[in-house]
């Protein structure tokens, strides 16, 4: 089963070839790590697959169909936080968790649940905006986990971590892999880093990028 | 039911935020309460009242307008901080939700401003109302609504171009200009008397249309507007 794939895909700004002919597929319960240096394109792979901009040529499908209309499935972190700076954690979650509300469910308890899982307090009254480059990423991670995604894609999620956190991160995916999901399928996620090192014990296969093509690909022996 | 509760989440939203920021309100306070000094000192109100009834009309708007204006860029770049926009695409909730819910809190934004503003421009114009004053109640959130509800999709539009600041006039001004007439018309008709209140109603009623007919269309449209690359 295939939580993600594409097909040929490109994406071109203007004269720039951001993403060119990028074939691949992303198995449903695994772990992918997309390495490349700065400029490789692998932004541009997770916003396709996250349905944020359409590929100029080519296709992309989540769980088989358009990626924009799997939102209830997918989540997404950048490398940017995504909160509001003038709003504690806590409000910022409640929020979001209020727009991802389905029939029957109203998510209640998961904003606490998330904040407390990266090592937040969620009685922390201090706004976003006051919290170091760290914290909100960590708030961040707690956004997109809140909503339960079956497919989780995160572009650069040890950028601003020091090693500790960054540890503390992979074993947090780790165990989010291992969380039931309704319908009996596994959790997927898709990460990008320039720090193979530090994605290492999560990855199940490994692509490279460079210049804005697949280079490599890679499937991780279990040990 | 379900999608009310998606709009009253963006707009306790906004609330909260300008609540916190006070952005979009004081700035539009000062830019509005300039406009009516500057006004009041070059016409000299005290010694035309008359003249002073014509044109209140048309300034109370025009200074709302240019006020507006202000806050509505500031709504969207608040969305634009930290990526967040993104996270309210990649939402299963309406993309129309989060537009209805930014337009009524930027209608809040402005009413606020015209509860404070009102007094004070009674007072430096020397201002009787002649007509049905209760009209106003009328007339006041519906011109509200047709200056917010599409300077907040237009601010929208030009989330991604680079002069957005120069771009929202552009085209929010000549946009709304059939908007003002009908309010000026309908504010002045009330201040001075001058017009009975069939022809009053009538311009009321075209407002009301004109609310109806871009709130629809910006409604029906935002969703392209948000996903646009």
């Given at each position: 089963m295939t939580a993600a794939s594409l097909d040929s895909a490109s994406k071109i700004y203007g004269t720039f070839a951001a993403l060119r002919n990028a074939t691949a597929t992303f198995p449903m319960g695994t772990c992918t790590v997309i390495l490349g240096e700065n400029g490789a394109g692998k932004s541009t792979l997770l916003r396709i697959v996250a349905g944020l901009i359409t590929p100029s040529r080519g296709t992309a499908t989540v769980f088989g169909g358009a990626p924009h209309k799997q939102r209830r499935r997918v989540a997404y972190m950048s490398h940017?936080?995504?909160?509001?700076?003038?709003?504690t954690a806590m409000e910022n979650l409640k929020y979001f968790s209020k727009l991802h509300r389905s029939e029957g469910c109203d998510c209640a308890g998961s904003p606490e649940m998330a904040l407390r899982a990266v090592?937040?307090?969620?009685?922390?009254?201090?706004?976003?905006?006051?919290?170091?480059q760290g914290m909100r990423q960590r708030a961040s991670l707690a956004r997109v986990l809140q909503t339960d995604p079956e497919l989780l894609l995160l572009d650069e999620p040890f950028s601003n971590l020091d090693v500790k956190s960054s540890q503390h991160m992979v074993e947090l995916l780790a165990d989010f892999r291992t969380w039931p999901v309704a319908g009996g399928s596994a959790r997927t996620i898709i990460l990008t880093t320039h720090q193979a090192s530090l994605a290492e014990p999560i990855a199940d296969r490994t692509i490279t990028m460079r210049q804005g093509q697949i280079v490599d690909t890679a499937v991780r022996q279990p040990a | 039911m379900k999608y009310a509760r998606y709009v009253l989440d963006h707009l306790k939203k906004d609330l909260r935020l300008e609540w916190r920021s006070r952005d979009s309100i004081n700035g539009m306070l000062f830019f509005v309460l300039l406009v009516v000094v500057v006004f009041a000192i070059a016409f000299d109100p005290a010694s035309y009242p008359t003249m002073a009834r014509q044109i209140s009309g048309g300034i109370l708007w025009v200074g709302l307008l240019f006020a507006s204006m202000t806050a509505l860029n500031q709504s969207w770049t608040r969305e634009q901080r930290n990526q967040v926009l993104e996270a309210q695409r990649m939402a299963p909730s309406p993309a129309s939700a989060l537009f209805v819910g930014k337009a009524l809190a930027n209608m809040i934004f402005v009413l606020l401003v015209e509860v404070v503003l009102g007094p004070i421009f009674i007072v430096f114009f020397n201002l009787h109302v002649l007509g049905n004053a209760w009209l106003l109640a009328l007339i006041l959130p519906l011109g509200t609504w047709a200056l917010v509800v599409n300077g907040t999709f237009f601010a929208a539009l030009g989330l991604r171009a680079r002069n957005r600041e120069l771009l929202l006039p552009l085209i929010l001004l000549p946009l709304s200009l059939p908007a003002v007439l009908m309010m000026v018309q309908a504010t002045s008709g009330v201040i001075t008397g001058d017009l009975d209140p069939i022809q009053i109603r009538t311009w009321i009623t075209q407002l009301a249309g004109f609310d109806i007919i871009y709130t629809t269309v910006c409604v029906l449209f935002f969703e392209t507007v948000l996903n646009a690359e």
């Open positions: 940017a936080p995504m909160l509001y700076d003038e709003l090592g937040l307090d969620p009685t922390l009254t201090r706004p976003v905006g006051q919290y170091s | -």
